[in-house]
């Protein structure tokens, strides 16, 4: 973050919600690190005296600020989208349960899907849940409704949502600063009339969240998040988010209806909008979710018969959907080279997935920078669905294929992945006799979101001691008698203990142990790079298989390879980019011909 004057900040949406939380007196935040929230927390964790977290998953999470605003503090979880179908349990009773300090989950969507296994569209959420929701066009506003959004929640006695997209999450703005609210004091009350969900008190507290939900809808036609802007032409526009800024670049002098409060929706500002228009066209990411409730007024509209209802939108999406003869006059397509995404040089992960493809398995995969292994040339994952379902994925393979199928199907995942919803189905496995192998991949860290601290690391989210959780001795615990922790980096050794793992029947585990090569103490140590002997090179691939970055191929021309003194057959040589390794002798364990070694002791 980057202060401006004594009153003004250069802050990422993210970073203004974490602003946001601190001036709003917020005293406990809880959350699961996930790609496009987690800088929310991180941010959060430098303000002195609010209490942050990392939970093992969402749904503790959500709990845990559920309770702290039941003991009278201002709580707030974050996640990402797919991480509210994780916590939707307790969200759905928090609606009954309601709130005494002010509640905000934030939910920070993933449209098009740059770090995500689905597209959903959590404004759904607020709907099913009845709940109210915000959403911001950009990092001032990101501010501003949070603190609102706390307002409301105390005003409403329910918890409130904050939804952000990618783009609000990331994107730089000038944002305001304020003075911290005192944080609410807190006390304990006992009230099982509004806190126990026993069916007889959730009937009566079902009716209470419909008054809530009716006093929100009164505030959603007189909020200033939702506003006509009156402009030129017989077209007008309704929406929201982020899509109301491409809205606005793209027809900046025709009428909109800004939506911020995106649930519940202010049917008589709607029905005044619509009214003042010739024709109406709803512009919004993903779901028709504003179109369909338009509709349900008997307003007639456009939406997402011009609109796409998939992926980000953006200024071009809008301007050749809307007016096409101008995006062909301002905008010509731009061919850009492909940049697939790979494992780092010297990840531990590679040389598990080189084995299991060595193997012949099928390999039943999880969340996580590991997720890499699916794509070429490691070709090593041949599922995955969503967090932990690995386990339970390469379960019910094995009680489908019966007797004997055991030994064709193991289950890969990360040891931040194994403690979010991973355990529970190693539980299962071993409790429903199944004899399926499970590998935890485990380096040390949260890696995929930018190396977040979990129960396995010894560090809570300020990095200071915590309680190191020990894989082994738990998977021992739930019943697992082969525990098996190998070095992924020795190919040889970690091979055969897969080997031996997968012929068993009954449950195994081999945990996989070595550091992720990007965390600090790994980047300090001393570096001792391979190099090639490309003489010594019979030009056979392994070490290219490995799909290290560090590792090229040049293929040789026709006659090339007789004329440089190889064999007619050979197809080329392969070359270690000295400056990228990382030292972990993957490439040098696969090659049977001497051609890597250490630099010095190059032959």
Excluded at 194 to 209: D, E, G, Q
Excluded at 250 to 272: E, S
Excluded at 364 to 392: E, N, Q
Aim: hydrophobic letters at 40%; glycine letters at 8%.
């Amino acid at each position: 973050m980057t202060i401006i004057s004594g009153t003004t900040m250069w802050l990422s949406g993210n970073e203004a919600i974490a602003l946001a939380a601190y001036e709003a007196g917020v005293t406990v935040a809880s959350g699961y690190p996930g790609t496009p929230s987690t800088e929310i927390l991180e941010t959060l964790s430098t303000y002195d005296g609010v209490y942050t977290e990392w939970a093992p998953n969402e749904k503790v999470g959500l709990e845990v600020a559920i309770g702290a605003c039941l003991a009278g503090a201002r709580a707030m979880a974050t996640m990402k989208h797919v991480g509210v179908n994780v916590a939707a349990d307790p969200l759905f009773t928090s609606s009954y349960v309601g709130v005494r300090g002010g509640l905000v989950l934030v939910t920070a969507d993933d449209p098009e899907m740059h770090s995500s296994q689905n597209e959903q569209d959590n404004r759904n959420y607020a709907l099913a849940a009845k709940l109210p929701m915000l959403e911001p066009s950009d990092p001032a506003e990101a501010k501003a409704m949070l603190l609102d959004a706390f307002r409301l929640s105390e005003e409403l006695d329910t918890p409130v949502m904050l939804r952000i997209t990618s783009r609000v999450a990331h994107v730089k703005g000038v944002v305001p600063k304020g003075e911290r609210r005192t944080p609410p004091p807190c006390a304990l009350a006992k009230d099982p009339a509004k806190m126990v969900m026993l069916p007889a008190i959730a009937r009566k507290r079902r009716v209470v969240v419909e008054e809530h939900m009716n006093r929100a809808a009164a505030i959603a036609n007189e909020t200033p998040w939702n506003r006509i802007e009156t402009g030129a032409g017989k077209r007008g526009f309704i929406t929201g988010g982020v899509s109301y800024l491409y809205v606005k670049e793209t027809f900046p002098d025709a009428p909109v209806l800004k939506l911020g409060m995106t649930w519940p929706l202010p049917d008589d500002l709607i029905r005044r909008f619509a009214a003042s228009v010739e024709e109406v066209v709803v512009v919004e990411e993903l779901d028709p979710f504003l179109e369909r409730h338009v509709k349900t007024l008997g307003i007639a509209c456009q939406g997402k018969n011009l609109i796409p209802n998939r992926g980000e939108l953006n200024t071009d999406i809008v301007l050749a959907a809307l007016a096409p003869e101008r995006a062909a006059k301002a905008f010509a397509a731009i061919d850009l080279p492909s940049r697939p995404p790979n494992m780092c040089a010297g990840c531990p992960h590679r040389g598990i997935f080189h084995n299991l493809r060595r193997l012949k398995v099928f390999v039943s995969g999880d969340i996580g920078c590991y997720t890499l292994g699916a794509l070429p040339p490691l070709s090593a994952m041949d599922t995955c669905v969503c967090m932990g379902a690995s386990v339970t994925v390469a379960h019910g393979m094995v009680k489908a294929l019966g007797v004997g199928g055991h030994d064709k199907v193991v289950s890969v995942v990360g040891d931040s992945t194994f403690i979010h919803s991973g355990v529970t189905g190693l539980i299962n496995t071993v409790y429903n006799h199944s004899a399926a192998t499970l590998i935890i991949l485990d380096n040390r860290t949260t890696a995929m979101t930018g190396h977040q601290e979990n129960p396995v690391t010894g560090r809570n989210i300020k990095g200071e001691p915590a309680h190191q959780l020990d894989i082994e001795t738990l998977c021992r615990a739930v019943g697992v008698r082969h525990v098996y922790v190998v070095n992924p980096h020795d190919i040889d050794a970690a091979y055969k203990t897969l080997k031996e793992a997968i012929a068993l029947t009954e449950p195994s585990v081999v945990i996989a142990k070595a550091p992720c090569v990007l965390l600090p103490e790994m980047r300090r140590r001393q570096i001792r790079p391979y190099s090639s002997n490309q003489q010594n090179c019979a030009g056979c691939m392994a070490c290219v298989k490995l799909g290290c970055p560090a590792i090229s191929w040049t293929p040789f021309t026709e006659g090339e390879a007789e004329r440089r003194g190889y064999k007619a057959t050979q197809k080329g040589l392969s070359k270690i980019d000295e400056s990228m390794c990382n030292d972990c002798g993957q490439c040098a364990a696969v090659c049977k011909f001497q051609a890597i070694f250490h630099r010095e002791e190059t032959k």
